[in-house]
């Protein structure tokens, strides 16, 4: 509360002998007094008993206390964000309708806000007004400079009553909040998708625009987030930065680590998002949506050219290089390209010989998933591939592609010396070393 909360203010001038100021001290105690003394002709002052700010305007230190109290009064109906002042919620209004009535005279930027301005002038005039005493950093702005002290003291003054997390900015901690209460303020004009945060919306409309500002200065693949280059990058220097205390396996990915920690603890992650329909649960609100449409069969994201379409975003992008011939993945051995990440990763096994899939029956190991899975059904005796004519079943679909051919009488493979075809490549390979006179097999 103010000291003095009479709403009026009273001007020295009017009291011209001592005895008129005698009575006055009668009126406010002598520290009061001493405040007014301290102004210009002893203007009333009005202050703040938290922090001790004064004020010449009652009105004034009114709107100071909501900084003490959190009271944000004013606020805003297309996102419902608050603020303490009018004057605030009418600067944030212009970030909605595009208002930017400031305009810099040198490069003819324009911006919201008169203080921002005022700040990006002085990268025209190159004036840099505060600096830090403790590593000489210095800011144009002083609550930058106040901010930047925080990583020097490690001092986190802002506290979440939730978690009790702490934070070295009061932004941050607003932010951390809408963990707790699921708020999503900022909405895709496009396709409705609603974020948490402005900076992951802004990632978001890449995906509409289409563009992709950060380049991998290796392979030129493009992405739309500075986050997922970093992460490429990794594939190139196969850095593994995240490592497991407990097992020491290591991880390319900080949350590839902490999905692998629930094995040792089991426990779930404490955000999850389980399907209604198979019980399939997810860390994150966005894999659920994009899992129940392998349910409901929807694909939103369509091609323009062939009007194939995709359950996610990066499948049609990954598909709109076989129309464009793009490959943007190359290999550093022998300059072959891929489409896709994935594929150069595979092929990285042709020259390493790394095999890392394993079977647990007989130990045979292979360089694919793929040739994996095929293997243990010589185990398991399962043939999933029927031929309709004849019911013959095989292990392998090739096996029923190559099979068809004895239906169909098709003989794709053909001699360019003699001009015979056949049913199967090898057969062809055999017939070749008729003309080459190659004998490969010795008696022995």
Request: aromatic share 10%; charged share 25%; glycine share 6%.
């Amino acid at each position: 509360m103010p000291e003095w909360t009479g709403g009026r203010n009273y001007n020295l001038k009017n009291y011209s002998t001592q005895n008129d100021l005698s009575s006055l001290e009668k009126t406010f105690t002598q520290g009061t007094l001493r405040d007014k003394k301290e102004t210009q002709y002893g203007k009333m002052v009005f202050r703040c008993e938290v922090c001790l700010a004064s004020f010449k305007l009652f009105e004034r230190l009114r709107k100071h206390q909501r900084v003490h109290s959190g009271e944000n009064p004013f606020k805003c109906d297309i996102c419902q964000a608050s603020f303490s002042q009018s004057g605030y919620l009418k600067s944030h209004l212009r970030t909605h309708i595009g208002e930017k009535p400031f305009k810099c005279d040198i490069c003819e930027a324009s911006f919201c806000q008169s203080g921002t301005l005022k700040i990006h002038l002085r990268t025209h005039s190159g004036e840099i007004t505060f600096k830090c005493d403790i590593c000489q950093a210095s800011f144009r702005e002083s609550g930058t400079l106040k901010r930047h002290l925080r990583t020097h003291s490690g001092e986190k003054p802002f506290k979440c009553d939730i978690c009790e997390a702490i934070f070295s900015r009061s932004g941050t901690l607003k932010g951390h909040l809408r963990t707790h209460s699921a708020e999503k303020p900022f909405k895709c004009d496009f396709c409705e998708a609603s974020f948490k945060w402005s900076e992951t919306l802004k990632s978001h409309l890449r995906t509409h625009s289409g563009e992709n500002p950060f380049k991998c200065d290796i392979c030129e693949a493009n992405f739309s987030r500075s986050g997922t280059l970093k992460r490429h990058l990794r594939i190139h220097s196969g850095e593994k930065t995240f490592k497991c205390d407990i097992c020491q396996a290591i991880f390319s990915r900080s949350g590839h680590l902490k999905r692998h920690l629930t094995t040792h603890s089991g426990e779930k992650p404490f955000n999850v998002f389980k399907c209604d329909i198979c019980q399939a649960i997810f860390s994150q609100s966005g894999n659920l949506n994009r899992h129940l449409r392998t349910h409901s069969g929807e694909k939103p994201f369509k091609c323009d050219i062939c009007e194939a379409s995709f359950i996610e975003c990066k499948n049609l992008k990954i598909h709109l290089r076989t129309h464009s011939g793009e490959k943007p993945f190359k290999c550093d051995i022998c300059q072959a390209s891929f489409s896709r990440s994935f594929n150069l990763k595979s092929h990285l096994r042709t020259h390493t010989g790394e095999k890392p899939f394993k079977c647990d029956l007989c130990w045979a190991s292979f360089k694919w998933s793929g040739l994996l899975k095929t293997h243990l059904r010589t185990h398991s005796g399962e043939r999933t591939f029927k031929c309709d004519i004849c019911e013959a079943s095989f292990s392998q679909s090739g096996h029923l592609k190559m099979h068809l051919r004895t239906h169909s009488g098709e003989k794709t493979f053909k001699c360019d010396i003699c001009h015979t075809s056949f049913r199967h490549s090898q057969t062809l390979k055999s017939h070749l070393r008729t003309h080459s006179g190659e004998k490969p097999f010795k008696y022995m």
